[in-house]
Antibody, heavy 125, light 106 residues
Framework: QVQLQESGPGLVKPSETLSLTCTVS????????WSWIRQSAGKGLEWIGR???????NYNPSLKSRVTMSGDTSKNQFSLELSSVTAADTAVYYC???????????????????WGRGTLVTVSS | DIQVTQSPSSLSASVGDRVTITCRAS??????LNWYQQTPGKAPKLLIY???TLESGVPSRFSGSGSATDYTLTITSLQPEDFATYFC?????????FGQGTQLEI
């Protein structure tokens, strides 16, 4: 049974970097695609980005200048870093496994078929 | 970004009822539409992808339909465990965007 577990500090100071890790059990990260999604009271669910099996990444343009995603196959973990945080980055952060099906015009159908329970990160001094 | 408008934002129903939740995209998304269920303290759960494909293990009382800009999630014969919040998501183009959610209450 595949499980995802987010971990990291629950409190981050403004202007600092938020760092989260997603530990995967029951599957190897190099065999799947992984994403980060966050949920805040103000903005609802927001897609942050995806990391591919190749290590390639896609980020939400609204966060792109501050986001870095990476994977560590030796630990079977992938991570999220978000720099220069403000109170607007306070949210529950979810990691998820992405899957795809063939679609028309080389545009696959993507969906997140497995999610972690999420971790609340509060940005405050 | 593609805007996804979900309605209603909340819905009251009873066990055994049939309910419908709607998502409308700001442009055609050609069935690139997913539905998720969220209950407090639990991981969000994929219900339907590609607008109408039921995820493995999801009860058949859940169904999805739609095309172009308009999509629907239908739950027939509501069960107690179905009272939750439901979200749609478009995956036609990045950044993927979500509806604001529908809270289904008893």
């Amino acid at each position: 049974q595949v499980q995802l577990q987010e971990s990291g500090p629950g409190l981050v100071k403004p202007s600092e970097t938020l760092s989260l890790t997603c530990t995967v059990s029951g599957a190897t990260i190099s065999s799947h695609y992984w994403s980060w999604i966050r949920q805040s009271a103000g903005k609802g669910l927001e897609w942050i980005g995806r990391i591919y099996t190749s290590g390639k990444t896609n980020y939400n343009p609204s966060l792109k200048s501050r986001v870095t995603m990476s994977g560590d196959t030796s630990k079977n973990q992938f991570s999220l870093e978000l720099s220069s945080v403000t109170a607007a980055d306070t949210a529950v952060y979810y990691c998820a496994r992405d899957s795809r099906r063939s679609g028309p015009y080389y545009n696959p159908y993507w969906y997140s078929d497995l999610w972690g329970r999420g971790t609340l990160v509060t940005v405050s001094s | 970004d593609i805007q996804v408008t979900q309605s209603p934002s909340s819905l009251s129903a009873s066990v055994g009822d049939r309910v419908t939740i709607t998502c409308r995209a700001s442009q055609s998304i050609s069935s690139y539409l997913n539905w998720y269920q969220q209950t407090p303290g639990k991981a969000p759960k994929l219900l339907i992808y590609i607008a109408s494909t039921l995820e493995s293990g999801v009860p058949s009382r859940f169904s999805g339909s739609g095309s172009a800009t308009d999509y629907t999630l239908t739950i027939t014969s509501l069960q107690p465990e179905d009272f939750a919040t439901y979200f749609c998501q478009q995956s036609y183009t990045m950044p993927y965007t979500f509806g604001q959610g529908t809270q289904l209450e008893i």
